[in-house]
């Protein structure tokens, strides 16, 4: 054998060597709670229904993954399993909006990362399919309070349809609560760079720009035309069409069943996806919206709900104060926008985003509403979760203080009546190096 095919040979070995060692690490080893198979009674402690006043020493009863009781006097079926919770918070499960949870591992290992597929036109792109299971960050951020997560795709002009995924299933099938909860779009930047190291000329730059829009005009146009023809099919003198995956995705958009969310932060950017949205009527929810407060107006006139992409990042520009990005969210509330907090980075960190919302002028109410109720409805499932009420999913967790507040743990949660399991990578380093240095005390 040559040599160089002996070191060919040494090189693959190496390399499945070295991938079936990276494999634990990409691999959660929780097990999915069990299907609720009795009654079961949160009794005891504070509960906050989000939907009205907090309950003083109340009770949530809740069978099949159901709530069907909610009060401080509730009369319990036989066999019901009683947890007293003591001092302690029950909270309907947080929601963490626009993620990358499930589809991103580690973010500088590209094998890892499948949130974007090639081409600027991928409507058809279905977020659940990618979903991963055994994924290390799901049980991070289930332990931090996050039930759920609207998790979406990236990447072209149309980047496919998002999910929303429950935090606890063997499978994707499992997991996802609701999809496709609605298309997503990257409207093209509407900035020119007049400097005098600008590439190309301001008639340059308004050309691509305006090619991009006409891209996706184009695209709806076509999805618009493919509907219209299936709908005709059968009719006399009509024949039937090949079905295309990528139009056949666009059709709940073009019904108003579902919205389109479009990432757009300038004000020209908000302005020309409005107009645009208006004239193909089709539903918008505005995600991150920089820009979004100084067009308040434009946003209430079209009751246009906005996803506010986090608020630890730092102003966009130079002469804005050093806190806007923390008051956002209190001017949307006041200003009578609707909004919901989510981001795309680290999903457990959504309580705290609110948080610090919550530090610079938006009610603590508010704060909460912003990262449970308030995403449910603009994702379109406030009829099942966002909020402790009869006849809504049994999602929720106990808490022994403000989810807000960083101290605070979560000591119980529950997906649709199940309990899960709150241990994560971060626990499992915490017990090991807690050995570690109760042996070097002793």
């Known amino acids: 054998m040559s040599q160089d095919r002996i070191f060919g040979l040494q090189l693959f070995t190496a390399f499945l060597t070295c991938i079936v060692s990276l494999t634990p690490v990409f691999a959660s080893t929780q097990v999915p709670g069990p299907r609720q198979d009795h009654a079961i009674a949160l009794i005891g402690g504070t509960v906050h229904t989000v939907a009205g006043p907090p309950i003083l020493g109340g009770t949530v009863l809740f069978e099949d993954g159901i709530v069907t009781a909610v009060d401080t006097d509730v009369e319990l079926p036989a066999g019901t399993e009683r947890i007293d919770v003591g001092h302690g918070h029950i909270y309907p499960g947080l929601i963490a909006v626009n993620t990358r949870l499930g589809l991103v591992e580690i973010r500088s290992v590209r094998a890892t990362r499948d949130y974007s597929e090639i081409g600027e036109i991928n409507p058809n792109v279905r977020a659940e399919t990618a979903v991963n299971p055994d994924s290390e960050l799901i049980p991070v951020a289930r332990g931090n309070g996050i039930t759920m997560a609207h998790t979406v795709p990236g990447g072209g002009l149309i980047s496919g349809c998002s999910a929303l995924i429950l935090l606890d299933g063997w499978t994707p ?5 609701k999809a496709p909860t609605g298309l997503h779009i990257n409207w093209p930047s509407m900035r020119i760079d007049r400097s005098p190291s600008a590439s190309k000329s301001e008639k340059e730059q308004k050309e691509a720009i305006a090619k991009r829009i006409d891209k996706i005009r184009d695209a709806f146009a076509e999805a618009r035309a493919y509907m219209r023809a299936k709908e005709a099919e059968g009719e006399k003198g009509i024949g039937y069409h090949d079905t295309d995956l990528r139009w056949e995705a666009m059709t709940p958009v073009l019904r108003r069943e579902i919205p389109v969310f479009v990432n757009a932060n300038g004000i020209k950017q908000i302005q020309a996806a409005v107009s645009w949205a208006n004239s193909e009527n089709v539903k918008m929810v505005l995600v991150g919206g920089r820009d979004a407060w100084l067009v308040a107006d434009l946003l209430k006139e079209n009751d246009i709900p906005v996803v506010i992409t986090g608020t630890h990042r730092l102003p966009s520009r130079r002469w804005e104060p050093h806190d806007l990005v923390y008051t956002i969210p209190a001017k949307y509330h006041e200003m009578g926008i609707r909004y919901c907090i989510g981001g795309i980075g680290d999903a457990r960190n959504v309580p705290y985003n609110a948080a610090s919302a919550s530090a610079f002028g938006l009610p603590r109410a508010e704060a909460i509403k912003a990262i449970t109720l308030y995403p449910a409805q603009i994702l379109g499932v406030s009829d099942r979760v966002g909020s402790i009420e009869k006849g809504k999913d049994a999602t929720l ?46």
């Open 173 to 177: 099938e499992d997991m996802t609560l």
């Open 397 to 442: 967790i106990v808490t022994d203080g403000d989810p807000l507040e960083i101290p605070t743990n979560v000591n119980m949660e529950f997906i649709q009546g199940r309990r899960v399991d709150l241990r994560s990578r971060h626990t499992q380093l915490y017990e090991k190096y807690k050995i570690k240095y109760e042996r070097i005390r002793n």
